[in-house]
């Protein structure tokens, strides 16, 4: 295997001699690209892409929120759902596993009244699957693309 060799940038490369800071920034750069390509994410762990559907009782679940709950490190992701049951989260997410979480959407106040910070009810997301202690969900994230399928049940 052939290394590229910083040093041998000269005037037979650019015509001129290339300056060091000059070789310095191009090494920097292929270290960023070569990162990149191998798929590293901001930090350093092997990330996925997360996408998939929510459903109860064979329905689409048309509101909420998906959570993803990492016991082992704390982290968390969340996506909203579409009103076609399905979901994504934007960020790119730790490789690992997660406890799924599917929280109805906030109820919103009254204009003048007081602030309401509960969820609202909503019959398609049964209470147990809006906590990670009686969530019984769970979800595989691995490098790459992940799509996962969320069948709440009553």
Known sequence: MAFLNLHQINSRTFGVAAPRWQRTA???HLM???C???GCGGNGKPQGSV???VTFQGQPVTQGTVLLFSRKTGQNFAGPVGTDGRF???DAVDAG???AMVQPPMATA???SPEVSKPKEYANI???YHSDTTSNLTAVVKTGKNDIKLELLP
């Open 26 to 28: 191009l090494t920097v």
């Open 32 to 34: 960023v690209t070569l």
């Open 36 to 38: 990149y390509l191998a």
């Open 51 to 53: 996408h998939g559907t």
């Open 88 to 90: 994504t989260i934007t």
């Open 97 to 99: 596993d997660y406890v």
């Open 110 to 112: 009254a204009p003048g």
């Open 126 to 128: 049964p209470r147990k």
